[in-house]
Structure formats: structure tokens, C-alpha cells
RNA sequence: GGUCCCGUAGCAUAAUUGGAUAGUGCACCUGACUACGGAUCAGGAGGUUGCAGAUUCGAAUUCUGCCGGGAUCACCA
């Protein structure tokens, strides 16, 4: 890379100009704008106290060392205390030939340490998945995928709450009111019918409510005392206790929503390693908790419940076990981490999580330390941001819930309206149009919400819906559609070039950015990593199709008369289209051939 | 009220992590070889980066205090 061999030829600058050792990491170099001439730029201000002379001084000093003893550097200019460097083609040409062919490049080999896992979706069995879903879904994958390409080993997991008063709820309401009613015989996604059932409790619920506080009782009270919740907890201590009926109705109507989620997955094109089901892995939280209490580390106050003190860090006391020894949340929670880490003992383990839940893990994590689980250090929770409709969140009551499938066939829908009216493809089978209809509804999708910074919140407009033009996920399957029609005419020519055989040409100067910007692919993985951050990909990936574009609006291809151009930029489009491939794939977003 | 997060053009967003004149898209104007694919490209207009201080060569970015928005502080998950 030039970048550090620069750095090792200032280090030595320094030391032979102004006898002064540095590290080489000191120096901060960076790409030079677009508004000014050079291909690097050094930011000197950092170093005036080594040199001890004026910004310019020191800049052109440094810029005369480097064109002397580095052949890559041809030139260099200063403006204040920015030294811009100029590169010379022949290591842009030598990238290129090394690069260019190279399907893996910018993803690293895996490293042999210990995995990451990475938790998301994490749904509850008593409704479908909603935008909400989505947002988690496409962040954890995608981030999933992209510490991958940087090298890491990836364990991607779900943890399915599939017990509980919720689950208890729905099943109520279907032995009441079901008439027997299965996915099969009402042709209802499985998902989608159980959910009814909860919305169909509740509303029941709410009717008891309201008859006995016309009665003259309490709301509160009323609340606790409704026929329909006294047997929905029944139901639930039945269930813990095994009992077996109930067993069977809870494992049935579960299998049914697994087969609904098992279908928006697949649509989602998302997948997981390990699904860990709540059912298996409540019952170890609870024995942490005695572990902790032997330790002395959690207190049992008089009711019987169990709490750990936080108070001298500066947050409040947790329960963590009811007075009736019945697990919450956290319970759960601590008991799958310790397994998670039992599993595959993790050099992370990471929680695709909403950020509503902020305090939630912040208490786990100093949890698992009072437990004196050292490995509790590795915890990290991926917070983002909660996606809000025009009029506000997403509220169930309220019918503003935007449902996953839903979205994902209105987004399919809307790419095949788009298509027609620009009278595309009359060539293509039901079967091909209905497959690119999907990619770019999903493509659009996908791109929408990753290109947003995952810790913010962000807005969705369902009228308006997602455009298909401008800084947007078709924006690129186009620009990749284009590349690939361009190759495919040269190929149908007979024009088939090989990277190493380029040779002797002087860059353009839009030839010379775009091969700058896919030099910079490996980097922005690593960054995109380390920052846990598909928006990053994102960002790029319309950077490179923009760059493209304007090569492509700029300079002829296949009309270029000189041959060996012409075999370049060919070449380049390649390197591009394929750049495009990998950093989309990052993003689950596919690319097509045509569209 | 305590704690945490967020305020960038009408809207949606970016800024190489403290670097140059704060980029981009939508919407709004104006243009583009009679298209190697116009879902494209070029140009215009639009900003006191919520406000006020502080730190320094340099702040959207760090610190302090306000203002505004959100989350959370359950024997819910």
C-alpha cells in the first residue's frame, strides 16, 4: 500500500531532516479533494512542532523528499498546511493489473481467533414481523456479513422468544375462538393467524375491562382482575408445569408461525447459524442467580425476591428473580449468554438490539461482571435507532404497523410499475420478470434502510414510499445493468482483454478517480467493520456508481478507436461492475444483468 | 426528576473520526452529442451545522451551560 510506504519515508524525513524519531502512525494521510490537484495529501500542522518551521516550509521540505526518494511520487504542491502528493500512473496501472481480476478483492481471508456472535431479529412467536423487524434484520446480516470480509469469523444467531404470557394469550384466544382454524384450512400464514389471535385477546380483554370499571372496579384493578388474564396466567403456569396438552397446543401453533417467519425470511434473503428458542434456555438464568447468591454478590429481600445492588454504580437496583422464583427477562438473558459463551466461547458477543434497550444491556453486562464473568467484557449491544412513520411511531392499537410482507410485496409491486411505464423487457419470461421485479423492490429496500447511520432514527414514508431514482439501491443495479450490457456487447464482438497486457497508457483523468475509488474498496470494508456500519458500504457503493456514470458520460468504450484504451476501459468497467457485486452483497442486495 | 441518545438547506441524509470553500439525493428551475441503456449526465438556487461560551494553528465533530425532540428508570418483554 503507498499509504504506508509514505509514512515509512516521512518517518525517515523527519529523523534525517529535523532528528526526530515518530512512529510512522503519526502521519495523517488522506485523499486529496477533488478541488485540488494530487492524488494524497499529508495534513503537516501535526508535525510543525518536530520541524519547527512555518506550514508551507515544512510541507515543501517534506514534498521535495518525497518526489527525491520515492519514484511513485512525480509531484507535489502546498497550500497552507496540506502537502498534496501526486502518484504516478504506473502505480495506479500496477494496482490495477494486481487487483482487477481478483474476485475476492477487499475481503480478507478469515483470521484464526475466536468468532464473533452476532444476535438479531430475535422475534417474540405472537405476532409477524413488522418494519421494526426489518430494520434489525437487515442491520444484523449485513453487519454479520461484513466483519466476515474483514476477516473475522461469524456466527450469526437467533433467539426466539417463543414463551411467555404473550404466547399464553394467543393460544387462549384460539381454544376460544378458533373453531380449530389452522394455516391450512383458512390458507393464512401462519404467523399472521396466531397473531390475530393475540390482537383478538386483547380486544376481549379490553371489553372485560371496561365491563367491570362500569361495575364501579378500579381500572388497575380491573386490569388484574379480568377473567381473561386470571386464565391466560393459568395457562402460562401450566405450561410450566408441563402440562401436556397445553404443551401440544403451544409447540403446534409455534410451528405454524415458524413456517410464517421461515417464509419473510426467506424473502428477506436472511439466515442464521443457531436459533436458540427461550423455552431451552430460561431455566439457566435461574441458577446464575443462585450462583450469585452464594456468592453474596445478589440479596434476597424479604418477599424472596432476588435483586442485584447497582446503586454504587450509579444505576438502580435489578430484579432479577420474582418473589413468586418465577424468571424476568434479564434472568433469561444472563442464562443465554453464559450458554452463548459456552457455545463457542466468543471473542464477542454482539446484540442486534433497538435502542430502547440501551439500559437493558448496560445492566446484563454489569451483571455478568458482579458474576465475575470475565468474559461479560466482550458484550456489545448494536444499538440503532427505532423507524418512525410521518405521524409518529408505530403504534399496534392504532393499526399504523407496517407489516414485513406487506412492504416487501408493495416494494416488488412498485418496481414492476416502474419497469412498465418505462417500457422495459418484453423478452423476459413471467418466471425472470417476477425474480428482477423482486430484486429491485427488495434492492430499493435494502438500500433505503442501510444507508441510514444504524445508531440514528430514521423516517419512513410509506405514501411516498422509496424512490427508485437518485441516492438509491436501483440507482446502482442500473449503473451495474449498463456495465454489464457494455461487456456483453464487447465479448459479442470478440473483444475479451486481458488486465495484464494493459500497458503504457496515461490515466484520464475520470479514469484516474475511478480506479483511485476502487483502491479504496479493502479500506472501506475494514472501516465499515470496525464501525459495525452497512451505511458506510452503502455510501460507497453509490460513490463508485456515480464515479462510474461520469467515466462512462465522459469517455467512449467500445467506440474508442484506440485499442488499448479501449481494452482498459473495458477492463475498468469490469473491475467496477465487480466491486459493485461484492460491496452490494454486503448489503444483501443483489445486482442484475439487465433490467 | 435521574441517566443515556439525537438536533446539519423545505424533506431525507454524508463528512476519511479534530483538517482545506460542510458533500449528496428528493422536490424546484435550466440544459445534454439524433442514447456504447435517459432508472443517466451537466448546471442553478437553497446553510450562522439548535443557541451561547470554552479548548487550538483549525470544531458539524471535544468540554460546559441552556433550548428542543426521543428512549429508559416495572415482580412487562
Same mark, same amino acid.
Given at each position: 500500500m503507498i499509504e504506508s510506504k509514505l509514512a515509512e519515508a516521512l518517518t525517515n524525513a523527519v529523523k534525517t531532516m529535523y532528528q526526530q524519531t515518530v512512529q510512522p502512525a503519526i502521519f495523517q494521510i488522506q485523499k486529496t479533494r477533488p478541488e485540488f490537484e494530487g492524488d494524497l495529501t499529508v495534513v503537516v500542522f501535526p508535525l510543525l512542532r518536530l520541524s519547527r518551521k512555518a506550514p508551507e516550509t515544512t510541507a515543501s521540505e517534506l514534498g521535495q523528499w518525497l518526489a527525491d526518494e520515492m519514484p511513485e511520487v512525480t509531484g507535489f504542491n502546498v497550500i497552507k498546511g496540506f502537502l498534496n502528493l501526486e502518484i504516478a500512473d504506473t502505480y495506479w496501472f500496477s494496482f490495477f493489473k494486481s487487483a482487477s481480476d481478483n474476485e475476492k478483492f477487499g475481503f480478507k481471508q478469515q483470521q484464526n481467533e475466536p468468532p464473533v456472535v452476532i444476535e438479531y431479529s430475535s422475534p417474540n412467536t405472537n405476532k409477524p414481523l413488522h418494519l421494526g423487524h426489518v430494520r434489525n434484520n437487515l442491520l444484523g446480516w449485513s453487519v454479520a456479513e461484513i466483519l466476515k470480509a474483514s476477516g473475522k469469523k461469524v456466527l450469526k444467531v437467533n433467539l426466539v422468544n417463543d414463551r411467555g404470557i404473550?404466547?399464553?394469550?394467543?393460544?387462549?384466544?384460539?381454544?376460544?375462538?378458533?373453531?380449530?382454524? &389452522?394455516?391450512?384450512?383458512?390458507?393464512?400464514?401462519?404467523d399472521k393467524l396466531v397473531g390475530d389471535f393475540y390482537v383478538l385477546f386483547d380486544k376481549k380483554y379490553k371489553e372485560q375491562i371496561a365491563d367491570l370499571v362500569k361495575q364501579g372496579v378500579d381500572?388497575?384493578?380491573?386490569?388484574l382482575?379480568?377473567?381473561?388474564? $386470571?386464565?391466560?396466567?393459568?395457562?402460562?403456569?401450566?405450561?410450566?408445569?408441563?402440562?401436556?396438552?397445553?404443551?401440544k397446543?403451544?409447540?403446534?401453533?409455534?410451528?405454524?408461525?415458524?413456517?410464517?417467519?421461515?417464509? &419473510?425470511?426467506?424473502?428477506?434473503?436472511?439466515?442464521?447459524?443457531?436459533?436458540?428458542?427461550?423455552?431451552? &434456555?430460561?431455566?439457566?438464568?435461574?441458577?446464575?442467580?443462585?450462583?450469585?447468591?452464594?456468592?453474596?454478590?445478589?440479596?434476597?429481600?424479604?418477599?424472596?425476591?432476588?435483586?442485584?445492588?447497582? %446503586?454504587?454504580?450509579?444505576?438502580?437496583?435489578?430484579l432479577l428473580l420474582r418473589s413468586d422464583g418465577t424468571s424476568v427477562y434479564m434472568t433469561q438473558d444472563l442464562g443465554t449468554a453464559q450458554l452463548r459463551y459456552d457455545d463457542y466461547h466468543p471473542q464477542k458477543l454482539m446484540y442486534v438490539v433497538g435502542n430502547e434497550q440501551n439500559y437493558h444491556f448496560d445492566? $446484563?453486562?454489569?451483571?455478568?461482571?458482579?458474576?465475575?464473568?470475565?468474559?461479560?467484557?466482550?458484550?456489545?449491544?448494536?444499538?440503532?435507532?427505532?423507524?418512525?412513520?410521518?405521524?409518529?411511531?408505530?403504534?399496534?392499537?392504532?393499526? %399504523?404497523?407496517?407489516?414485513?410482507?406487506? $412492504?416487501?410485496?408493495?416494494?416488488?409491486a412498485t418496481a414492476r410499475r416502474t419497469s412498465e411505464e418505462l417500457g422495459k423487457f418484453d423478452d423476459f419470461t413471467p418466471e425472470e420478470s417476477a425474480r428482477l421485479y423482486n430484486m429491485i423492490g427488495m434492492g430499493a429496500l435494502k438500500y433505503f434502510i442501510l444507508k441510514v447511520d444504524p445508531k440514528k432514527t430514521m423516517l419512513f414514508n410509506p405514501e411516498e414510499s422509496i424512490d427508485f431514482n437518485g441516492n438509491t439501491g436501483s440507482f446502482i443495479q442500473y449503473t451495474h445493468a449498463r456495465i454489464r450490457s457494455v461487456i456483453r456487447k464487447a465479448n459479442a464482438a470478440g473483444i475479451e482483454p486481458k488486465a495484464n497486457s494493459v500497458s503504457g497508457l496515461l490515466l484520464q483523468k475520470k479514469e484516474k478517480t475511478l480506479l483511485k475509488l476502487l483502491y479504496d474498496f479493502p479500506?472501506?470494508?475494514?472501516?465499515?467493520?470496525e464501525a459495525y456500519s452497512p451505511a458506510q458500504i452503502a455510501n460507497y457503493s453509490y460513490d463508485l456508481a456515480k464515479e462510474f456514470n461520469q467515466f462512462y458520460h465522459d469517455h467512449s468504450i467500445l467506440k474508442e478507436e484506440d485499442t488499448a484504451k479501449r481494452d482498459f476501459r473495458i477492463l475498468l468497467s469490469a473491475f467496477t461492475s465487480k466491486v459493485l457485486r461484492s460491496a452490494m452483497g454486503l448489503l444483501g442486495i443483489q445486482l442484475p444483468e439487465r433490467m
Open positions: 404473550h404466547i399464553c394469550k394467543s393460544m387462549l384466544a384460539w381454544q376460544k375462538w378458533g373453531d380449530g382454524k &389452522t394455516p391450512k384450512s383458512s390458507g393464512q400464514k401462519g381500572e388497575k384493578e380491573a386490569a382482575k379480568a377473567p381473561l388474564i $386470571l386464565e391466560a396466567k393459568a395457562m402460562l403456569v401450566k405450561w410450566e408445569g408441563g402440562d401436556e396438552e397445553i404443551r397446543l403451544w409447540k403446534e401453533m409455534n410451528s405454524w408461525v415458524y413456517a410464517g417467519f421461515d417464509i &419473510t425470511y426467506r424473502q428477506m434473503g436472511i439466515d442464521f447459524d443457531k436459533i436458540y428458542y427461550e423455552s431451552e &434456555t430460561y431455566l439457566l438464568g435461574k441458577a446464575l442467580v443462585n450462583e450469585g447468591l452464594e456468592k453474596g454478590v445478589f440479596f434476597k429481600k424479604e418477599d424472596g425476591s432476588v435483586w442485584c445492588d447497582l %446503586t454504587d454504580e450509579g444505576l438502580d437496583e435489578k445492566v $446484563l453486562q454489569r451483571v455478568l461482571k458482579k458474576l465475575g464473568k470475565s468474559w461479560a467484557e466482550g458484550i456489545y449491544h448494536l444499538s440503532y435507532g427505532m423507524v418512525e412513520l410521518p405521524h409518529g411511531k408505530m403504534k399496534s392499537r392504532e393499526g %399504523t404497523v407496517v407489516d414485513a410482507d406487506d $412492504l416487501m410485496e408493495e416494494m416488488a479500506q472501506v470494508v475494514d472501516a465499515a467493520a
